[in-house]
T-cell receptor, first 113, second 110 residues
């Protein structure tokens, strides 16, 4: 079945540092890939997405590129802020008509001033 | 801004009580989901629905039940709450793409 593996946290960075959160997936066909963010006390919200190979999703300074050859969708940001402190989830939606999205286990990011 | 709403946001109840967590969306989405989120943040799917009158159990065994009588409404019910049900419950919906989540219901059972 489909699966998503993302790096364990917490990831602790100083403000303005470079961020990478790794995400790899296993799926048949051509899934759509997503990053969601969960701020403290809230539900998840979509951060960015990519629906086909080599697509780059971007939002709020975050980027991720759909790499089919390495089955990866790593999240990056050039300069993090304290307000980026949150939990980040990588997810996929299979292309086979499945109704069930697959989530990674979440990575906590803590940014210090 | 997502148009999906959960009530209550916070609930503290005693063991053995019956509770219903409400979830409503105004986007006309067919597919709706309930997730349980543990303190380690991982999401566990407990119920989902393809549309009106369809409900399915998810990966995580749960003593809760759901109903889907109207497209916009997907309530989750615990007939007899126990301390092991203490958790964060997240409702979500989607059409063909990404999920839209409510803000969650944090349940504490004493």
């Amino acid at each position: 079945g489909d699966s998503v593996t993302q790096m364990e946290g917490p990831v602790t960075l100083s403000e303005e540092a470079f961020l990478t959160i790794n995400c790899t997936y296993t799926a048949t066909g051509y899934p759509s890939l997503f990053w969601y963010v969960q701020y403290p006390g809230e539900g998840l919200q979509l951060l960015l997405k990519a629906t086909k190979a080599d697509d780059k999703g971007s939002n709020k300074g975050f980027e991720a590129t759909y790499r089919k050859e390495t089955t990866s969708f790593h999240l990056e940001k050039g300069s993090v802020q304290v307000s980026d402190s949150a939990v980040y989830f990588c997810a996929l939606k299979g292309s086979g008509g499945s109704y069930i999205p697959t989530f990674g286990r979440g990575t906590s990011l803590i940014v210090h001033p | 801004e997502a148009d999906i709403y959960q009530t209550p946001r916070y609930l503290v109840i005693g063991t053995g009580k019956k509770i219903t967590l409400e979830c409503s969306q105004t986007m006309g989405h067919d597919k709706m989901y309930w997730y349980q989120q543990d303190p380690g943040m991982e999401l566990h799917l407990i119920h989902y629905s393809y549309g009106v009158n369809s409900t399915e159990k998810g990966d995580l065994s749960s003593e809760s039940t759901v109903s889907r009588i109207r497209t916009e409404h997907f309530p989750l019910t615990l007939e007899s709450a126990r301390p092991s049900h203490t958790s964060q419950y997240l409702c979500a919906s989607r059409n063909t793409g990404e999920l839209f989540f409510g803000e969650g219901s944090r349940l504490t059972v004493l």
